[in-house]
């Protein structure tokens, strides 16, 4: 099956990839991922275009991402790609998936490419000095470029916020709600 993407690549109109990409389990198309990158890179490049259009696949583009090891206009510009919709970090998100969506994130702002929304979505510990620290312990820095930060914390108040025993000066000043 990985041979034949990598071949498909080359020479089958896009249609026919993605048709075979779409019949394809998002978790397996790691494999396939793993395989083609080091065999032709437009054949990866496929696959993580096709994982960032699939809601499950999404997060697991961000890895391919990451591991791609030219950091070229073709890089910056999938970093772009992932950032121009919400970007989330869930609870249930392995450390790594949490660690390369901050990475992919930071690589955003370092390189002044605006990041739509980051949604927090029960994920969201604490707020320390300039950094948001998530429930697995990792931190999310100060992000220049990010235009919303969304916390999701599953708590309901049952009474209207009224500022009693918050401190909203803890929250970093990049972080805007």
């Not at 498909?8 to 075979?20: D, F, L, M, Q, R």
């Not at 390369?100 to 929304?117: D, G, H, Y």
């Not at 969201?124 to 697995?136: G, M, Y």
């Not at 220049?144 to 000066?169: A, C, F, S």
Request: hydrophobic share 40%; net charge negative; glycine share 4%.
């Amino acid at each position: 099956m990985s041979a034949w993407i990598v071949g498909a690549a080359s020479a089958a109109p896009s249609i026919n990839v993605k048709e075979t990409l779409n019949s394809i389990n998002p978790l397996d198309l790691q494999y396939i991922y793993r395989f083609a990158c080091g065999l032709n890179k437009s054949a990866a490049d496929i696959i993580i275009k096709h994982l960032s259009e699939t809601k499950e696949g999404r997060q697991f583009g961000i890895l391919c991402t990451l591991e791609q090891e030219e950091k070229s206009d073709q890089f910056l510009q999938s970093v772009k790609d992932l950032v121009s919709s919400s970007i989330a970090i869930k609870p249930h998100d392995s450390k790594l998936l949490q660690r390369s969506t901050i990475q992919v994130l930071e690589v955003a702002s370092a390189n002044q490419i605006p990041i739509t929304s980051v949604c927090l979505n029960k994920s969201f510990k604490e707020c320390e000095e300039d950094a948001i620290v998530l429930h697995s312990g990792l931190r999310l820095n100060q992000l220049l470029t990010v235009e919303k930060i969304h916390i999701e914390t599953g708590q309901v108040n049952k009474e209207p916020d009224t500022n009693r025993g918050r401190r909203y000066d803890d929250i970093p000043l990049w972080a805007t709600f």
